[in-house]
C-alpha cells in the first residue's frame, strides 16, 4: 500500500500464531517506548490499543519521508522481536509479516475506529469495563490519565467533554453488545 503525509492509517498487527506479543506489564511499556522512539517523528497517533496478541493505532503521517518510515516500522517490530527473545530465551519472528495500514479516508470513520480499537480489550473479555485496560488510549480520552502519546482533539473536537466521549463509547458497547455479544 502506498502511503502519503498528513493521510490516516489504522497500523495494526498480530503475532505469529496468536503467541502472546506481550507476557507481562513491562513488554507493553517497552513496545510503547520503542513506538515513541522509531515513529514519534514521522507520525502522530490518535488512538491505540496494545492487546496481548496484536496492537491497533489510528495513525496521521507527518513525515515526507514515507520510504524512512516504512523502515522505522520494520526496524520497531524487529527490535521489539529481539528484547523479546532475549527476554523470554525465544528465538525467531514474533510478528506476522509486515504491519498492515488501511487508509482512513472517511472522516465519519474516525469515530467509529476509536471506539473499535478502545473497546478490544471489552471484546476479548480481558476487562469489565474499558477503562480498565491500562495499555489503550481510552484512559486518556476519559481524563482518566494524562498521557502525551494520544493526540485526542480530532476525536474529542466532535463531542461536547470527554465524560460526552465516555457516555457515546458505554452506548456503542450497549448496542454492539446487544447486536453480536450474546
Known amino acids: 500500500m502506498e502511503l502519503y503525509k498528513d493521510n490516516y492509517y489504522h497500523f495494526y498487527n498480530r503475532s505469529n500464531n496468536r503467541e502472546l506479543l506481550f507476557k507481562e506489564r513491562d513488554n507493553y511499556i517497552y513496545f510503547l517506548r520503542k513506538y515513541r522512539f522509531h515513529l514519534d517523528e514521522h507520525l502522530e497517533t490518535i488512538a491505540y490499543c496494545l492487546m496481548p496478541t496484536h496492537f491497533h493505532f489510528l495513525i496521521k503521517i507527518i513525515s515526507e519521508d514515507i520510504s524512512e518510515l516504512k523502515s522505522k516500522i520494520g526496524t520497531l517490530q524487529s527490535s521489539y522481536t529481539r528484547g523479546i527473545n532475549k527476554r523470554f530465551r525465544r528465538q525467531g519472528s514474533l510478528f506476522q509479516k509486515h504491519a498492515k495500514m488501511k487508509l482512513v479516508d472517511e472522516p465519519s470513520y474516525f469515530v467509529n475506529l476509536v471506539t473499535y480499537i478502545h473497546q478490544n480489550p471489552l471484546r476479548a473479555n480481558l476487562v469489565d469495563k474499558q477503562e480498565d485496560w491500562e495499555f489503550s488510549s481510552f484512559q486518556d480520552y476519559v481524563e482518566l490519565r ?37
Open 146 to 182: 494524562n498521557g502525551s502519546l494520544p493526540k485526542k482533539e480530532l476525536i474529542l473536537s466532535k463531542f461536547e467533554n470527554p465524560k460526552s466521549y465516555y457516555k457515546f463509547s458505554q452506548t456503542i458497547i450497549s448496542e454492539v453488545k446487544a447486536k453480536y455479544w450474546i
